[in-house]
Nanobody, 113 residues
Framework: QVQVEEFGGGMAQPGGSLRLSCTLS????????MGWYRQVPGKERELVAT?????QIHYADFVEGRFIISRGNIQVFLQMDRLQPEDTAVYFC?????????WGRGIQVTVSS
């Protein structure tokens, strides 16, 4: 069974940084695209950043150069700098493999002074 799990959430002050990581476990032949979404209560889940297998990267407009996505074969990372209170959300990792798309359970990121 393929599972995806996020790590590294928590609290940060405005202007601070957090680094999220996500790891895939289980047997897959190949992982294609992977990335991060986020969701706040009462709103739809929104894309944060994605990275394809060949390294094509896409960021949401609100990232504005503050976040960097990077990946390994079965891991994906999100370095978040210059965090703002509006970045507070549950962040979800996903990975698309030959077995289909798998989502993590989500991890809370809270930005507050």
């Amino acid at each position: 069974q393929v599972q995806v799990e996020e790590f590294g959430g928590g609290m940060a002050q405005p202007g601070g940084s957090l680094r999220l990581s996500c790891t895939l476990s289980g047997e897959v032949f190949r992982v294609y695209d992977m990335g991060w979404y986020r969701q706040v209560p009462g709103k739809e889940r929104e894309l944060v950043a994605t990275c394809t297998r060949d390294g094509q990267i896409h960021y949401a407009d609100f990232v504005e150069g503050r976040f960097i996505i990077s990946r390994g074969n079965i891991q994906v990372f999100l370095q978040m700098d210059r965090l703002q209170p509006e970045d507070t959300a549950v962040y979800f990792c996903y990975m698309t493999a030959n077995t289909g798309r798998s989502w993590g359970r989500g991890i809370q990121v809270t930005v507050s002074s």
